[in-house]
């Protein structure tokens, strides 16, 4: 996954160690990725960060918590129509909540 954001000198790229089950927040403080973050329980809101997938394999399952649902509807960030198609589609929402998603081995930019 790469990272990117206007408060880095330049992006970077690390890579997620198969059978991991990190959150993508956990996989930044590892690496001194600035990811914003206040509760790390999916409540505040505050490391909701951009996800583009860059492979054009498809995209795994997409899991969210119910309360990375909750919050980034309640922040605008996401729409119910988008959670549906996550869901019933495994569409990738174009937001996440860092302490919420579980990195995979794929090719993502997180944009914060
Ligand atoms: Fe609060 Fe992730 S740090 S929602």
Not at 37 to 49: K, L, M, R
Request: hydrophobic share 40%.
């Amino acid at each position: 996954m790469t990272f990117s954001s206007p408060s880095m000198k330049k992006d970077l790229t690390v890579y997620a160690v198969a059978g991991d089950t990190k959150t993508l927040l956990a996989v930044a403080k590892a690496n001194s990725v600035p990811v914003h973050f206040e509760c790390e329980n999916g409540e505040c809101g505050s490391c909701a960060v951009q996800i583009d997938i860059l492979s054009d394999k498809a995209p795994y399952g997409v899991a969210l918590t119910e309360k990375e649902k909750a919050v980034l509807r309640y922040a605008g960030k996401i729409t119910q129509a988008q959670i549906d198609a996550a869901e019933n589609s495994d569409v990738p929402p174009p937001w996440r909540l860092a302490c919420q998603f579980i990195v995979r081995n794929e090719d993502i930019l997180v944009k914060f």
